[in-house]
C-alpha cells in the first residue's frame, strides 16, 4: 500500500486528487493539509510514502515544504502537484528535491502513474513538461558534456550501469531486475552515486547521465 499525504489550499482541488487516486486500491490518502506548515507537520505524524504538495499555499507554500520534507524526512517522496508549468517553478521544484512534477490540468491517470513511480523510487514529470526539460538540455548540451563526464569518473563500472538506467526513467525494481542484483542492493548503489555526483534526487542525476551520453533523448 503507497501511503500519500495530500496538500493543497483548495478543498475542492484536494477532494478531486483524492477521489482520483482512491480508485487505485494500492494508494491511500493518510492525510490532507491546507498549507505547508500543516503538511510538513502532518508528515512528521504519518511518515507517508509521497508527498504531493501544491506550490502555491499560505504559511508555507510547497517549495518550502518540499526543501523542508527533503531536509528531515529524506525517505518520503515528493512530488509537486501545479497549475502553473512555468520553467522557474520545475527548476526550483527539481532543486529542492522533488521527484515528480505533475500539472492539475492533466490526465487523471498521470496522478496514479506519477504517485506510483515515486513509490517506486523512480522520477516522473508530466509529459508536457518532460519535452521542456529535454529541449533545455538539448541546448548548450555539448558544454556540458565534459564537465559531466569527469563526475562519472567518481562511479564504479556497476555505478555507471545503474546511473545509465536511472536516466532512462527506471525504478529501483526494474534496475534490479535487468541487472540480476537484489533490489537493496541497488538501493545501496543509488545512494552512493547520488553522494558522488553531488545530485539531490534521481532527476538530477539522469540530468548529468544525460549530459554525460549514458543515456539518448
Known amino acids: ?36 506548515a500543516e503538511a510538513v507537520e502532518l508528515a512528521r505524524a504519518h511518515r507517508p510514502d509521497v508527498a504531493m504538495l501544491d506550490i502555491r499555499m499560505p504559511k508555507m507554500d510547497g517549495l518550502a515544504a518540499a526543501a ?16 502553473f508549468d512555468e520553467d522557474a517553478y520545475v527548476a526550483q521544484a527539481l532543486s529542492q528535491g522533488a521527484s515528480g512534477f505533475m500539472l492539475k490540468a492533466a490526465d487523471p491517470r498521470e496522478l496514479i502513474i506519477g504517485v506510483k513511480a515515486v513509490a517506486d523510487g523512480a522520477a516522473y514529470l508530466s509529459p508536457r513538461i518532460a519535452q521542456r526539460v529535454i529541449a533545455k538540455l538539448q541546448h548548450g548540451k555539448l558544454e556540458r558534456a565534459a564537465p559531466a563526464r569527469e563526475r ?21 525494481h526494474d534496475i534490479a531486475k535487468q541487472l540480476h542484483l537484489s533490489e537493496g542492493t541497488i538501493k545501496g548503489h543509488v545512494s552512493t552515486i547520488l553522494t558522488r555526483l553531488d545530485a539531490k534526487n534521481r532527476v538530477q542525476a539522469a540530468i548529468i547521465a544525460y549530459e554525460a551520453g549514458l543515456v539518448s533523448d
Open 152 to 172: 562519472l569518473d567518481s562511479l564504479t563500472p556497476r555505478e555507471r550501469d545503474v546511473l545509465a538506467l536511472i536516466g532512462k526513467g527506471e525504478s529501483n
Open 68 to 83: 523542508e520534507l527533503r531536509r528531515g524526512m529524506p525517505e518520503v517522496a515528493v512530488v509537486m502537484l501545479t497549475t
Open 1 to 36: 500500500m503507497i501511503r500519500v499525504l495530500l496538500a493543497d489550499d483548495e478543498t475542492m482541488v484536494r477532494a478531486g486528487v483524492a477521489a482520483i487516486l482512491a480508485t487505485d486500491p494500492g494508494i491511500a490518502i493518510v492525510a490532507e493539509a491546507g498549507d505547508g
